[in-house]
């Protein structure tokens, strides 16, 4: 596990003239690997912008995104107002990892499986979590690894942290209602390209 505590510096932002590159980079990746991937492109801006807008910056603690890719909601989270420093990033692809340090060099920079998220946080979240944004391709695992992952990273968060993820399908990923959790879906996103939808889970309190 590869973590990275940067010196602060100027905020960084990916440039408009990225995107084609950060574009190949995807396609790349998954090509060589689809089911860890799972997106032949990065998030597009309005998508983004939909998962951060479930983050509110005046709630402390870290942010944990889990597969941030090239960071397009990485950005749109820094935009939203949450400090870089709050924001640890979780991601497989060693080579996303470094273009990550270079973007966004006041996070922290975790290179892990987030389907083992507890271990691959041990040591680098101190204190509980303020929300969790995920990205991963979910529907390439089976569900009880879905809800494993729900729940290791609700152990992680405020009792009222949310869980956001995004799906391309037209049933949510991990399912809606449970003993456990509460989950409610954005408006259909038709301007991103595939069309997407975002789901934010909130864990039930029992008395």
Not at 165 to 177: K, L, S
Request: proline share 11%.
């Amino acid at each position: 596990m590869l973590q990275s505590f940067q010196r602060p510096t100027t905020r960084k932002i990916p440039l408009k003239k990225d995107r084609f590159q950060d574009e190949a980079r995807f396609l790349r990746s998954w090509l060589e690997r689809p089911l860890v991937v799972g997106a032949v492109t990065p998030s597009g801006k309005i998508l983004a912008r939909t998962m951060a807008s479930y983050v509110d910056p005046r709630i402390p603690g870290p942010v944990v995104e889990l597969g941030p890719g090239t960071g397009p909601v990485t950005d749109a989270l820094i935009r939203r107002g949450v400090e870089q420093e709050r924001l640890i990033l979780v991601e497989f692809n060693p080579e996303f990892c470094q273009l990550l340090k270079r973007r966004f060099p006041k996070a922290t920079i975790v290179q892990g499986d987030a389907y083992d998220l507890k271990e691959t946080l041990a040591g680098v979240l101190k204190e509980p979590a303020a929300a969790t944004v995920s990205s991963l391709p979910l529907f390439t695992k089976p569900m009880d690894q879905r809800l494993a992952l729900l729940e290791a990273a609700q152990d992680l968060m405020h009792p009222n942290a949310p869980f956001i993820q995004f799906t391309y399908a037209v049933v949510p990923p991990i399912p809606a209602r449970s003993q456990s959790h509460r989950a409610r879906a954005s408006n259909r996103i038709w301007r991103n390209l595939p069309p997407a939808r975002v789901w934010v889970y909130n864990k039930v309190s029992h008395p």
